[in-house]
């Protein structure tokens, strides 16, 4: 099936509006279908709601043969909706609540990735007041390093247990096994890992720390989630770094397993299976020549709707790729060099500093950023000055299938407010 072009992104923007989200979901089937032939024969793979929780950008992941991994309520409730079966469904993240930790069993969640004895501790209590018993994987930081696009273990972050914590503790881990069984290990490192070899470090690495756990818990784990962080460019018609020679590569580490060596093999993955479907399309509202010479053009999207973090100056800015969609007769011309920034009223509102546009795009002109299908909207700073979120909008064979938008705005709650008991306490 041909990839959609200027001329699709044209009519869909015309009948949809603009800003709009472009999401090919076959391209989502292409991506899950590369990433299996390149890992492990037999290796379960888990989509990352984080990346993208779009329901049917999540559906044809689950199509494709991934399983789900997420790390919120509303990620469990678009996972719940998409899979026949809640079996294989993987709780993760640093700071799980109570509430979310009942809604997640009560939807029927029985696996959980945890991070630390704080989550263990709550998790065991929680399910033993339901009377459930669940398994867990421990999710552990490795103290070696691996370079990667954001690193999360190998590092000093929040992520996970360090191997000190867990080294000793088997009688702990014995005093929950009423609601605990622990049935594996979960390592994370980092996203964008940009090699094959940086991807077979890490893993080694990971595996070298679980066999290590393993020998001093005395465990035989069933199942190694061992991350992945496979990467895609993002924003930008860069080549994809290549995995080939991955798969032998990871075959021939798993291989030198010893306790672990009957455990099944997971990896996750968001931004290689959803990136490359994506594509924002934006409508130039203002040009702004200045008399210094720099010349601001102003989208109708900014960094509520595409790379709010990076937005925030807390990651380098992505720089992302802008295509004109205009006749093809004003592609060919010269460019100029312009900022491109949104329309929000903050100076941090940056999409691209310093980048080169055509002379000839106008106000009114559309244009597209390519491989946003991930981090993309999800990832973005939707509450920041309450503009609507955009329409997104799913095709599958060249043809709409699926239309969403975020909820956005505040609900007025239905519990009373007690405005005389608050007076009285604050005076
Ligand atoms: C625990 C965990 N798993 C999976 C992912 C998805 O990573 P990526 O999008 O790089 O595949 C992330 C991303 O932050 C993560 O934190």
Request: hydrophobic share 40%; aromatic share 6%; glycine share 10%.
């Amino acid at each position: 099936m041909p990839r959609p072009d200027a001329n699709v992104y044209r009519t869909l923007a015309a009948q949809y509006g603009s800003p709009l989200y472009v999401y090919d979901l076959d391209r989502v089937t292409e991506q899950v279908g590369t990433l299996r032939k390149n890992l492990p024969t037999g290796a379960g793979l888990y989509y990352s709601l984080k990346a993208n929780p779009l329901p049917s950008l999540v559906q044809s992941a689950v199509a494709a043969g991934c399983h789900l991994e997420v790390t919120s309520p509303n990620e469990l409730a678009v996972a719940a909706q998409a899979v026949a079966s809640t079996d294989h469904l993987l709780y993760g993240g640093p700071g799980k609540t109570e509430a979310e930790l009942s809604t997640a069993l009560l939807t029927g969640v029985r696996r959980f990735s945890i991070e630390s004895w704080t989550d263990m501790e709550r998790l065991h209590r929680i399910a033993g007041t339901l009377g459930l018993q669940v398994q867990v994987l421990l999710r552990i930081n490795p103290s070696d390093a691996v370079a990667s696009g954001l690193a999360m273990s190998g590092a000093d972050t929040q992520f996970g247990f360090c191997e000190e914590e867990l080294l000793d503790q088997k009688p702990r881990l014995d005093g929950l096994a009423e609601h605990i069984e622990v049935t594996g290990f979960h390592v994370y490192y980092g996203t964008q890992i940009g090699s094959v070899d940086k991807i077979a470090d890490s893993v080694e690495f990971a595996i070298a720390s679980i066999e290590r756990l393993s020998e001093a818990l005395d465990l035989s784990p069933s199942i190694l989630d061992l991350g992945g962080g496979f990467p895609w460019p993002y924003g930008k018609l860069d080549e994809p770094p290549s995995l080939h020679g991955l798969r032998p590569a990871l075959e021939a580490i798993l291989a030198k397993r010893r306790r672990s060596a009957r455990a099944e093999i997971w990896f996750e993955s968001g931004r290689f299976v959803a990136a490359a479907s994506g594509t924002l399309l934006a409508t130039v509202l203002d040009l702004k020549q200045r008399a210094s010479g720099e010349c601001f053009l102003v989208l109708d999207a900014g960094i509520n709707h595409l790379g709010g973090m990076s937005g925030l100056g807390r990651l380098p800015r992505a720089g992302f790729q802008f295509q004109p969609l205009q006749a093809s007769s004003r592609e060919q011309e010269s460019a100029r060099p312009a900022t491109i920034v949104g329309p929000l009223c903050s100076p941090l509102d940056c999409l691209a500093r310093k980048t080169s546009i055509p002379q000839a795009l106008q106000v009114g002109d559309l244009i597209s950023v390519p491989n946003v299908g991930a981090y993309g909207l999800t990832a973005s700073l939707l509450g920041f000055l309450s503009r609507p979120a955009p329409i997104e909008i799913a095709l599958r064979d060249g043809r709409p299938v699926a239309l969403h938008q975020w909820r956005h705005g505040h609900d007025r709650l239905q519990s009373a407010v007690n405005t005389q008991s608050l007076t009285e306490e604050l005076i």
